[in-house]
């Protein structure tokens, strides 16, 4: 397994993007993810995972509209699994927020 830093962002507002698609031929394990909210006021966020790299829906929520108070950060441990091919979005609802997304590949 190599343990690295998955993904990196500071997204759009108002624009899902992905963090992270987990390569062919790889499982991950998450281990942490990091939200910041830079800004001067509180924000919220949101993070999905979608099976197999289909569109977001509902069922793939993990955060919805999380609310994260000025100049503080989210820190959630995991350890759930992804499969190749996998796809971690974010969604937030201003410009001020930096995301680190952070486990272990291993070749299946």
Avoid: H, W
Avoid at 2 to 21: C, D, F, H, N
Avoid at 36 to 64: E, H, I, M, P, Q
Avoid at 84 to 96: F, H, K, P, Q, T
């Amino acid at each position: 397994m190599t343990m690295k830093v998955l993904g990196q962002l500071a997204p759009s507002a108002t624009t899902e993007t992905e963090l992270y698609e987990v390569p062919a031929s790889t499982e991950t394990v998450i281990s942490s993810l990091a939200v910041c909210n830079r800004g001067a006021s509180a924000a919220t966020f949101r993070v999905s995972v979608s099976v197999g790299g289909g569109a977001t829906a509902n069922k793939d929520y993990l955060y919805y509209d999380l609310l994260i108070p000025p100049n503080d950060t989210f820190i959630a441990t995991s350890g759930f699994t992804m499969a190749a091919g996998d796809i971690m979005r974010v969604y937030c609802s201003n410009g001020s927020f930096s995301i680190s997304l952070f486990g272990q590949e291993s070749g299946v």
